[in-house]
C-alpha cells in the first residue's frame, strides 16, 4: 500500500445524533480514538437494543470495547465474541445486545469496515455508489452460531464520502404513505448524492445535518427511534495561520513578516501593534473598520490586504478560547472578530499559530485580569482544544 501524496489529504469527520422526545439518554453511542503515533483513525457507532438509559448502556459498553480491542489488532470475530459474552444479561434471561459499525482509516488511506446489524456504510465516490468487495466472518463461539460480521477493505480518493447511520434513519418515515418501509438505504443514497451535486464541497457537517434533518422530517418532526448519521469526507486540506504578538527580538521583524508573507492559505492577525509591524513591513495599510461599540465589546475589527482580519490581541484570543471550549452542534457564530477567528479556525485543517514573545506593556497594568498577561497560555489552550476536541493538525511557533 502506497503512501504517496498522504499529505494531500484530509480526513473530515463530523456526527450528527437526535433522540426521541421525552428521552433523556441517547442509545446510538458514537466513539473514536485518533491514534497519532500509529496513524490509525477508529471510529465506533453502536446501537444499543431498545431505548433511553438502557439503550446508552448497551451502546456504550458495546462501543468502548470495540474501540480498544480495534486498536489492540483483535480480530474481528473474537473481538466481538468477547463484547457479546460482557454485556449483561436481561432480568427475563434474553439476551442484551448493541449492533455496530467499526470504521478503521489507516495513514496510507486504506479503510477497513467492520458491520454487526447496523446499516450498510453508503461510499460515494465521483458522484456514484462505490460497493467495495464484502466478505463475511463468523463470530466465534457456539452460542454466536449463525451471527456474522459483514467487512469491506478499500483504498480511500480525494473527494470519496462514507456515510454511516443508525437505523433510525433508515427506518424513518415508516408506515407514512411516502414511506411505507421507511426511508431505506437507496433512498438516503440518492439523497446524499442529490447533495453533493448541489454542492460539491459540501462539508462533513452540513451533509450529517441535512440527512439527519430529512429523517426527522420523515417521522413527521416526532422520532420514533434513536438517529445517528456521520460523515466520513477526504479532501484538499484546508491551510490558515493565525499571528498574535511581535517576535521578541526588533530585529526579526523582518523575518517574522517574511514567514508570514510567503505562507499558502489564509490569515489572521490577532494584536494592533504586530499588524503595524507587518503593515510597515510589506508596506501595506491597516484600514479600521468604523462601528459603533457595544458596552464590553471588543475593539473593532480592521483589514488589511492579504489578511482575512484583524483584531485586537488577548481579549479576542480569551474570548476565542472559550467560545472553542463550549462550542457544540447547537453553537451559530456572528460577525464579531471571535466569532469570525472561530469560524477561520474551524473550516481549516492544517492550522499554524505564530507567537511572538515580546511584551506588550500596555497589559502591564496590576487592575486588570491576570489571564491578559498570559498570551501564551491562551494560545496552548486554545492549540490544545483545536487538536482533542476538532481534530485539528496545528503547528505552534514562538518567536
Same mark, same amino acid.
Given at each position: +500500500?502506497?503512501?504517496?501524496?498522504?499529505?494531500?489529504?484530509? $480526513?473530515?469527520?463530523?456526527?450528527?445524533?437526535?433522540?426521541?422526545?421525552?428521552?433523556?439518554?441517547?442509545?446510538?453511542?458514537? =466513539?473514536?480514538? +485518533?491514534?497519532?503515533?500509529?496513524?490509525?483513525?477508529?471510529?465506533?457507532?453502536?446501537?444499543?437494543?431498545?431505548?433511553?438509559?438502557?439503550?446508552?448502556?448497551?451502546?456504550?459498553?458495546?462501543?468502548? +470495547?470495540?474501540?480498544?480491542?480495534?486498536? +489492540?489488532?483483535?480480530?474481528?470475530?473474537?473481538?466481538?465474541?468477547?463484547?457479546?459474552?460482557?454485556?449483561?444479561?436481561?432480568?427475563?434471561?434474553?439476551?442484551?445486545?448493541?449492533?455496530? /459499525?467499526?470504521?478503521?482509516?489507516?495513514?496510507?488511506?486504506?479503510?477497513?469496515?467492520? &458491520?454487526?446489524? &447496523?446499516?450498510?456504510?453508503?461510499?460515494?465516490?465521483?458522484?456514484?455508489? !462505490?460497493?467495495?468487495? @464484502?466478505?463475511?466472518? #463468523?463470530?466465534?463461539?457456539? @452460542?454466536?452460531?449463525?451471527?456474522?460480521?459483514?467487512?469491506? @477493505?478499500?483504498?480511500? !480518493?480525494? *473527494?470519496?464520502?462514507?456515510?454511516?447511520?443508525?437505523?433510525?434513519? /433508515?427506518?424513518?418515515?415508516?408506515?407514512?404513505?411516502?414511506?411505507?418501509?421507511?426511508?431505506?438505504?437507496?433512498?438516503?443514497?440518492?439523497?446524499?448524492?442529490?447533495?453533493?451535486?448541489?454542492?460539491?464541497?459540501?462539508?462533513?457537517?452540513?451533509?450529517?445535518?441535512?440527512?439527519?434533518?430529512?429523517?426527522?422530517?420523515?417521522?413527521?418532526?416526532?422520532?420514533?427511534?434513536?438517529?445517528?448519521?456521520? $460523515?466520513?469526507?477526504?479532501? *484538499?486540506?484546508?491551510? !490558515?495561520?493565525?499571528?498574535?504578538?511581535?517576535?521578541?527580538?526588533?530585529?526579526?521583524?523582518?523575518?517574522?513578516?517574511?514567514?508570514?508573507?510567503? !505562507?499558502?492559505?489564509? #490569515?489572521?492577525?490577532?494584536?494592533?501593534?504586530?499588524?503595524?509591524?507587518?503593515?510597515?513591513?510589506? &508596506?501595506?495599510? $491597516?484600514?479600521?473598520?468604523?462601528?459603533?461599540?457595544?458596552?464590553?465589546?471588543?475593539?473593532?475589527?480592521? #483589514?488589511?490586504?492579504?489578511?482575512?482580519?484583524?483584531?485586537?490581541?488577548?481579549?479576542?484570543?480569551?474570548?476565542?478560547?472559550?467560545?472553542?471550549?463550549?462550542?457544540?452542534?447547537?453553537?451559530?457564530?456572528?460577525?464579531?472578530?471571535?466569532?469570525?477567528?472561530?469560524?477561520?479556525?474551524? =473550516?481549516?485543517?492544517?492550522?499554524? %499559530?505564530?507567537?511572538?514573545?515580546?511584551?506588550?506593556?500596555?497589559?502591564?497594568?496590576?487592575?486588570?485580569?491576570?489571564?491578559?498577561?498570559?498570551?501564551?497560555?491562551? %494560545?496552548?489552550?486554545? %492549540?490544545?482544544?483545536?487538536?482533542?476536541?476538532?481534530?485539528?493538525?496545528?503547528?505552534?511557533?514562538?518567536?
Amino acid at each position: +500500500m502506497t503512501t504517496t501524496n498522504n499529505i494531500d489529504f484530509h $480526513v473530515e469527520i463530523d456526527v450528527q445524533q437526535k433522540r426521541p422526545k421525552g428521552e433523556i439518554a441517547c442509545g446510538d453511542v458514537f =466513539q473514536s480514538d +485518533m491514534s497519532r503515533g500509529e496513524g490509525r483513525n477508529i471510529l465506533v457507532l453502536s446501537d444499543g437494543i431498545g431505548h433511553g438509559i438502557k439503550a446508552s448502556v448497551l451502546g456504550t459498553l458495546t462501543a468502548t +470495547m470495540a474501540v480498544k480491542y480495534t486498536k +489492540m489488532h483483535t480480530k474481528p470475530e473474537i473481538a466481538t465474541r468477547i463484547i457479546m459474552n460482557a454485556l449483561p444479561k436481561s432480568s427475563d434471561g434474553k439476551e442484551n445486545y448493541a449492533t455496530f /459499525t467499526i470504521i478503521e482509516m489507516d495513514h496510507d488511506r486504506f479503510v477497513r469496515i467492520t &458491520n454487526y446489524d &447496523n446499516p450498510r456504510v453508503l461510499i460515494i465516490r465521483n458522484g456514484k455508489s !462505490f460497493l467495495p468487495v @464484502e466478505y463475511e466472518l #463468523k463470530i466465534r463461539g457456539e @452460542e454466536n452460531l449463525g451471527k456474522l460480521l459483514r467487512c469491506r @477493505e478499500f483504498t480511500a !480518493f480525494k *473527494e470519496d464520502r462514507l456515510i454511516f447511520l443508525s437505523d433510525g434513519i /433508515t427506518q424513518s418515515g415508516l408506515g407514512s404513505n411516502q414511506y411505507s418501509m421507511g426511508w431505506g438505504l437507496d433512498k438516503i443514497e440518492e439523497f446524499a448524492i442529490s447533495q453533493i451535486k448541489r454542492m460539491e464541497d459540501i462539508s462533513a457537517t452540513k451533509l450529517a445535518r441535512k440527512i439527519i434533518n430529512q429523517a426527522v422530517m420523515n417521522d413527521n418532526f416526532l422520532l420514533k427511534d434513536d438517529a445517528t448519521c456521520g $460523515v466520513i469526507y477526504f479532501r *484538499e486540506p484546508r491551510k !490558515f495561520m493565525l499571528i498574535t504578538g511581535p517576535p521578541f527580538y526588533k530585529i526579526k521583524d523582518f523575518d517574522f513578516v517574511g514567514r508570514i508573507k510567503n !505562507f499558502q492559505g489564509k #490569515k489572521i492577525i490577532c494584536g494592533g501593534t504586530t499588524a503595524e509591524i507587518i503593515a510597515r513591513e510589506l &508596506n501595506l495599510e $491597516v484600514k479600521i473598520h468604523h462601528i459603533k461599540k457595544e458596552k464590553n465589546a471588543l475593539p473593532p475589527a480592521a #483589514k488589511m490586504e492579504g489578511f482575512e482580519l484583524i483584531s485586537e490581541g488577548i481579549l479576542t484570543l480569551g474570548k476565542v478560547e472559550e467560545l472553542l471550549e463550549n462550542y457544540d452542534s447547537d453553537t451559530r457564530l456572528d460577525d464579531s472578530p471571535h466569532e469570525e477567528i472561530v469560524k477561520m479556525l474551524l =473550516q481549516h485543517d492544517l492550522i499554524d %499559530v505564530i507567537v511572538g514573545t515580546r511584551i506588550n506593556w500596555a497589559h502591564q497594568d496590576p487592575e486588570q485580569p491576570l489571564e491578559l498577561e498570559l498570551r501564551k497560555y491562551v %494560545v496552548k489552550r486554545i %492549540v490544545q482544544i483545536l487538536r482533542v476536541k476538532f481534530f485539528k493538525k496545528v503547528m505552534i511557533e514562538y518567536i
